[in-house]
């Protein structure tokens, strides 16, 4: 394995760096951003996979920054765990670009932060040191939040300003939590905290538990559990369009592994089933967020704003399935990691793609969907069905693996409540999919003229002439949605020719599509990637 | 075992199909073509693996061996077609070729908007249906049963408006509580026992999972609970009571839909899983092994339960039928309850219960997929659902109401038609088990008398009556228990008003309309209200009446318009002036046609295959394989020779095996 290690540094410097050349570049040329962006994701795509092969065949790779003992210096590991979400960072933000070449925020300083936002995602999943994490988190943070803001209109100011507010503060407690470990253990190697903690817990437990307790807060309010999410819609409504797939994908997924490699890697399963309480409160908060967080998107009007609510729901199944302590738990925690960031990726896209052509946003807007739109429609009702968790889809597989962890665990509420998370997701599911093929596209701010009429059951007929009517205009132009209240053709049409949707947006939403079902078969791979080396290794 | 393709195949036929029927929209004639063509590939693998199977063989394929895919860790996705599998898999498959010809007459014949999604959802059900016989474990099963869920609510939502929309919803709902909630609790809680003695399995084995055996023998109650988890998942499939009710809502489906899968594939796929479940996860003995001691009565099977359930459900649905004046729902509550005498057969755990219950599913299959069809075909015709409306129907469709009389006599259990055989070996199943059994022997009965009692008025008002003389139908129009009305001094104790009576029953028949009416709804609200409950005791001309006519007007609106594709445009004109007159006769009384000018052949011609196949399944039930699977399945399950070692009491048929 000679080298190979030199790649791991390469891959948070190299974007880091690269980020400043479309800012430099932008004073002499207009549009440079995305064919750097695209440069380089597609090389770091290159490297991690190099990487991850590397990891896959011969093991670990570890890299010492400057050659300093672990004891003091940074170190970036590159394991089996961490190695699937490095190609998962990688490959989403190469392939949102093809979303961003058309349809997303143009400009180099877009693309400076895209690049800023892509290496602090890779540093996350690559580094070893608790500190350094903290300073990933930051870095992630910050970039988001320039992101954010760069969507038109000032709803996206504003949700900027919340997540930073909160994001920092959440950052702001996992650094106080880092801190009190330090005071407890003189270090901040994860590999070497992991080996001197149990010592420090029998020497003064409330320190390293008070500790925990910052880390866990800190990444509830990072991975947006309930009732610390509150950032969390806001943000991804009001995002552009064309960066939404990456924070929902790739932002919060990066936060929820790195408290899972804290959990398992740092604290380590015996101090988690040993402390009292600990992963019942775990649990807890994961259930619920699982509950609320179907809830608030069942009742969303907003399209966006659902798929955020749904982000709440998803990963509290991941903090549960974490607060269960088991293998089969874990497994499934990542596994649905990568299949939930895979299907947000697309569901966001699909949304893009969608407001852009059709200019539909909200839930009542997406009526008649189908017969305008049959492909994207078509993607988005195959990814709303692994959400749902229906075999074969990546949805289902990681299900698969927490409730049989739950089971293990033999907590049958947990069990109870993951099963149950199968109809609460078909709940606001099932709404966007009644609505986009069975619902024609009425004019919703139509008063009924038939209201008026007869007692006597004739309404329907009304209603299927007005629903033919608004068919028949349709027909005149295709593309065009009779339902607006405007109803302004023209209005319309200049619409689309400002929001064409190109092959690559198109593209994004068919592979994601794709890619969700075929993990569904691949259920024994992933967790033979995990097991028996990386799991064998930190349960026992 | 053999490693084969030809388990994929049979499934991918029709998955392959549902490609090439989206592909020809444009031109329907290909795309029904592909249908048809499917359903006779799909039939012909499956046939071709009938002798093989009936010899032993176990046609296996599995993702692991061939692709070295592992689905998921220690578990493998397997398509093995055994008896059982074949049982059902030949079924469907075989139903479907007739049921593509009559899908094509009905859609066209209605002129159907979005046919293209229709067939092709079709296809994928068939492609489903096929994978759930086929499926070698529990998780396979699981996938092809969700897969069912998802691909048939296209066919339930497919009128697209308020009413069929809300029965979409329900219809989701069930399934999925079902089966992504409830099935797959129990396949995890399966997966999770065999872990603790050994290896992690779900793979069925003929009388049962072995590991499974052990799991149950360590943790008998986490067996027990998950015995259950896996029945009622299936059971919502299978409309046992209380989970039934989206049965009956999802008829606002065409027809076909209703017929070939809410009355086979869908609903067999739950009794079919049942099956699954007594014969091959648990087995007979292990369930036996594993009684419940309920409080107060003692120690009872873990069994018994369920066909109390289900001889409950078999009894309630076929009351509740009986007033029900929607033909389709009437026939839907028929279904709950004829399914439920496959749950209660297998349930009762003897073997001849289990031979009559595996044979009732294609006995149920081809007579309510008969009845389903002439209720469509009537549909088509003369727009009439509902049985009041159907006076002297029988001269205007002499062949469909014939087909229909065949159908019901099954339904009944007549000797000579399908269904008697099978309710011949359930009872006596129930008689060689004997004890407290009688009373399920004597719920199959009582429930054959309540079969004639709500499928004979159909008949007798079709035939012997005539559109305008025809008796009161009291059960349908009047409210439950009496009209209460006061009678007061009107009524002469000399009967010499005749004129007054029947002008008081006229007003029962209002009033009976008008007040369910009033009683549900408030008066903003009245027409969503109606379309949400549609009320059974609504009469002719009423809300019932009027919003099926909206239905049918709406449907050839948006018709004419996606059916822009060149095809019957002038029959859509002709079309409206059969709107003239809806649900009942035309205002000349039926006209009188000979049963080769009554409706299209693409519809007669399946009506009378499926009804004559009812009939030859009744006659020669040893020559028509079915009953040969079904014996060959039983006595495998017992480990008998022959089907005769098996006579005598539960425990005897048991000793057999071990």
């Known amino acids: ?540 | 075992m053999s490693g084969s393709i030809l388990p994929l195949a049979a499934v991918l036929t029709s998955a392959v199909a549902v490609v090439l029927i989206v592909a020809s929209y444009r031109r329907p004639n290909i795309r029904e073509g592909w249908s048809v063509l499917a359903a006779l590939t799909q039939f012909g693998i499956v046939l071709s693996m009938l002798p093989g199977v009936l010899d032993g063989t176990v046609y296996e394929w599995s993702l692991q061996q061939s692709l070295g895919v592992e689905f998921l860790d220690g578990i493998d996705f397997v398509l093995r077609a055994d008896l059982l599998g074949m049982l059902f898999a030949l079924l469907a498959s075989f139903l479907w070729i007739f049921t593509s010809f009559y899908a094509t007459g009905y859609m066209r014949g209605l002129d159907e908007h979005d046919q293209t999604r229709f067939f092709a959802a079709f296809a994928a059900s068939l492609s489903s249906a096929v994978g759930i016989a086929f499926a070698g474990n529990l998780v396979t099963i699981f996938v092809f049963y969700e897969l069912l869920s998802l691909v048939t609510y296209p066919l339930v939502a497919h009128d697209g408006d308020r009413e069929a929309r809300i029965a979409g919803r329900k219809y989701i709902a069930y399934t999925f509580f079902g089966g992504g909630v409830i099935l797959l609790a129990g396949t995890v809680m399966v997966y999770w026992l065999t872990s603790q003695t050994g290896t992690a399995t779900t793979a069925f084995e003929s009388g049962g999972i072995g590991a499974l055996a052990e799991g149950a023998a360590t943790d008998p109650t986490a067996a027990q609970i998950t015995f259950y988890l896996l029945i009622t998942g299936f059971a919502v499939k299978a409309a046992v009571m209380p989970l039934h009710s989206w049965l009956a809502d999802a008829m606002v489906a065409p027809t076909p839909v209703s017929g070939l899968l809410h009355a086979v594939a869908v609903v067999k796929s739950g009794a079919f899983g049942i099956a699954r479940v007594i014969l091959e996860v648990y087995g007979p003995e292990t369930i036996r092994d594993l009684p419940l001691s309920v409080p107060g009565i003692g120690e009872v099977g873990l069994n018994v339960p369920l066909a109390i359930l289900a001889a409950f459900t078999l009894t309630a649905a076929s009351i509740i039928a009986l007033r029900k004046d929607h033909l389709k729902r009437r026939l839907a509550y028929s279904t709950t309850a004829q399914l439920s005498y496959i749950v209660l057969g297998l349930s009762m755990l003897h073997p001849y219960a289990i031979l009559g219950a595996l044979f009732h599913i294609p006995a149920h299959a081809f007579a309510k997929l008969t009845l389903f069809f002439c209720a469509g075909s009537v549909h088509v015709e003369t727009h009439t659902d509902y049985i009041s409306d159907m006076a002297g129907i029988g001269k205007r469709m002499p062949l469909t109401m014939s087909a229909f009389t065949i159908g019901a006599a099954g339904m009944a259990g007549m000797p000579l038609i399908a269904g008697f055989v099978s309710k011949f070996y359930m009872l006596l199943g129930a008689g060689y088990v004997g004890g407290e059994y009688w009373l399920f022997a004597a719920a199959l009965l009582l429930s054959g008398v309540l079969n004639i009692a709500y499928f004979w008025p159909v008949v007798y008002t079709a035939f012997f009556e005539s559109e305008d003389r025809h008796d009161a139908k009291p059960l349908l129009e009047f409210p439950a228990g009496g009209i209460r009305q006061f009678v007061g001094d009107e009524l002469a104790t000399d009967g010499g008003k005749r004129d007054e009576e029947t002008e008081l029953n006229s007003d029962g028949d209002s009033g009976a309309g008008a007040g369910a009416d009033s009683d549900a709804d408030s008066e903003a609200d009245y027409e969503y209200a109606v379309d949400r409950y549609p009320s059974d005791a609504d009469v002719p001309g009423g809300p019932g009446g009027s919003s099926a006519e909206d239905d049918v007007d709406s449907s050839v609106k948006t018709g004419t318009e996606t059916a822009g594709t060149g095809h019957d445009h002038g029959h859509a004109g002709a079309h409206d002036d059969h709107h003239e007159h809806h649900g009942g006769p035309p205002a000349d009384g039926w006209t009188r046609h000979s049963p080769l000018t009554e409706s299209t052949w693409l519809m007669l011609g399946p009506i009378a295959v499926i009804a004559t196949g009812a009939v030859v399944l009744g006659i020669i039930p040893g020559h028509a394989a079915f009953l040969d699977l079904a014996t060959e399945i039983v006595t495998s399950v017992f480990d008998a020779d022959s089907l005769e070692q098996l006579r005598g009491p539960l425990s005897a048929a048991l000793e057999v095996s071990s």
């Open chain 1, 1 to 540: 394995m000679s080298s190979v290690d030199l790649l791991l540094p390469l891959l948070v410097a190299v974007p880091m760096l690269l980020s400043t050349v479309p800012i430099v570049l932008g004073l002499r040329f207009d549009r440079t951003g995305w064919s750097v962006a695209a440069l380089t994701t597609t090389a770091l795509v290159a490297a991690t996979t190099t990487l991850a092969s590397v990891v896959y065949t011969d093991g670990v790779v570890t890299h010492r920054l400057g050659g300093w003992s672990p004891a003091y210096g940074i170190e970036l590991v590159l394991d089996e765990f961490s190695a699937l979400i490095a190609v998962l960072v990688a490959v989403t933000a190469a392939g949102v670009l093809a979303y961003t070449r058309v349809g997303g925020p143009r400009g180099n300083t877009f693309y400076s932060g895209y690049l800023l936002l892509t290496g602090g995602l890779l540093g996350i999943s690559v580094t070893g040191d608790v500190f350094n994490l903290f300073v990933f988190l930051e870095i992630v943070g910050l970039a988001t939040y320039a992101m954010i803001a760069s969507g038109d209109g000032p709803e996206s100011a504003v949700a900027a300003l919340k997540y930073l507010i909160l994001g920092t503060v959440g950052a702001s407690m996992y650094l106080i939590g880092v801190g009190l470990i330090f005071m407890a253990t003189g270090t901040l190697n994860m590999g070497v905290l992991a080996e001197v903690l149990p010592a420090a817990v029998e020497r003064d437990p409330t320190l390293v538990r008070a500790g925990f307790a910052f880390v866990f807060v800190g990444f509830s309010m990072k991975v947006a559990q309930w009732p610390l999410h509150t950032w969390q819609p806001d943000a991804y409504q009001h995002a552009p369009d064309g960066i939404t797939p990456v924070i929902a994908a790739l932002v919060s997924t990066a936060y929820a592994y790195a408290f899972g490699r804290l959990l398992y890697s740092v604290f380590g399963p015996e101090f988690l089933t040993s402390t009292p309480y600990l992963t019942e409160l775990v649990v807890t908060v994961g259930c619920v967020s699982v509950v609320a967080g179907s809830a608030l998107a069942v009742i969303q009007t907003d399209v966006k704003r659902m798929f955020a609510f749904s982000s709440v729901s998803q990963f509290g199944l991941i903090v549960a399935a974490y607060g269960l302590v088991t293998e089969s738990a874990f497994i499934g925690a990542t596994i649905h990691l990568v299949g939930h960031a895979v299907i947000k990726a697309g569901l966001f896209a699909a949304a893009g793609v969608i407001a852009a052509s059709y200019d539909a946003r909200t839930v009542d807007e997406y009526a008649g969907l189908a017969d305008e739109h049959p492909l994207v429609a078509g993607m988005m009702a195959l990814l709303l069905v692994s959400l749902i968790g229906i075999p074969p889809s990546a949805g289902f597989v990681g299900k698969w693996y927490i409730a049989l962890g739950a089971v293990e665990a033999q907590l049958w509420p947990v069990a109870v409540v993951i099963l149950f998370s199968t109809l609460l997701t078909l709940a606001y599911s099932a709404r966007l999919l009644e609505k986009m093929y069975f619902t024609p596209a009425t004019p919703l701010e139509a008063p009924h003229v038939s209201e008026s009429v007869a007692t006597d059951g004739g309404e329907n007929e009304d209603d299927a002439e007005t629903a033919a009517g608004a068919d028949a205009a349709n027909d005149g132009d295709a593309g065009t949605r009779g339902g607006t209240e405007t109803a302004a053709l023209d209005a319309t049409a200049t619409n689309r020719d400002r929001n064409t949707v190109s092959y690559g947006m198109l593209a994004l939403v068919v592979a994601t599509a794709l890619l969700a079902i075929s993990l569904g078969f691949a259920g024994g791979f992933l967790a033979g990637l995990l097991d028996p080396s990386f799991i064998t290794e930190v349960f026992n």
